[in-house]
């Protein structure tokens, strides 16, 4: 009767046990998102599920969608043309993280939550995207912009260049040129 007793204590701890990990300690990972704990262990990557166990390790979850951020340029702030001419400008650059294997970087340099944000993107970003557009803006004659907007693209995307901190440049897209 005992040992009996002690079988079933064994196996209702067991069953505790395994609902204890279920619930607390799986983390799942949406589609979209990676997953990125770190604490014990250091950190570990991951786009599916994992087990996270309270007070030894830190979740978080890190948005890997592409992200659009609008740079426009009008009126006494348009970018003069190398024929000397004013020209206003919106575009709109399409970033995400550049894959799994530096969603880490991102996540140690600007961290998770701030890697989703788009006004931190913005002003991450601004500043590289503008002297982009200015370059690209300055070898292009201001008849050739309007005609050959796919030149333009290319010029803008060779003076953003690959170093963007862990993100890739997707695409770049025109939405306004006058």
């Known amino acids: 009767m005992t040992i009996i007793a002690v079988i079933i204590g064994a196996v209702v701890f067991l069953l505790v046990l395994i609902l204890f990990h279920v619930v607390f300690c799986l983390k799942r990972v949406r589609p979209g998102e990676v997953g990125v704990r770190t604490g014990f262990g250091g950190m570990v990557v991951t786009e599916h599920w994992i087990f996270c ?6 979740w978080d979850t890190m948005d890997i969608q592409v992200k659009k ?13 190398r024929d000397n001419i004013r ?22 340099t600007v961290g998770c939550g701030a890697a989703s944000d788009l006004d931190f993107l913005r002003d991450m970003f601004e500043d590289k995207f503008l002297d982009a557009l200015g370059a690209a803006v300055k070898q292009m004659d201001s008849d050739k912009l309007f ?3 796919s030149q333009f693209r290319e010029l803008i995307v060779k ?10 440049l997707e695409d770049v897209a025109i939405s ?3």
């Open 176 to 178: 306004y040129l006058e």
């Open 159 to 168: 003076e953003i260049g690959e170093d963007l901190n862990g993100y890739r």
């Open 147 to 149: 005609t050959d907007r």
């Open 53 to 58: 166990y309270p007070l030894l390790h830190r």
């Open 87 to 108: 020209v206003d400008i919106e575009v709109s650059f399409y970033l995400r993280v550049r894959g799994i294997e530096n969603v880490g970087q991102v996540a140690e």
């Open 69 to 81: 951020l609008e740079v426009a340029r009008k009126g006494k702030d348009g970018l003069i043309c």
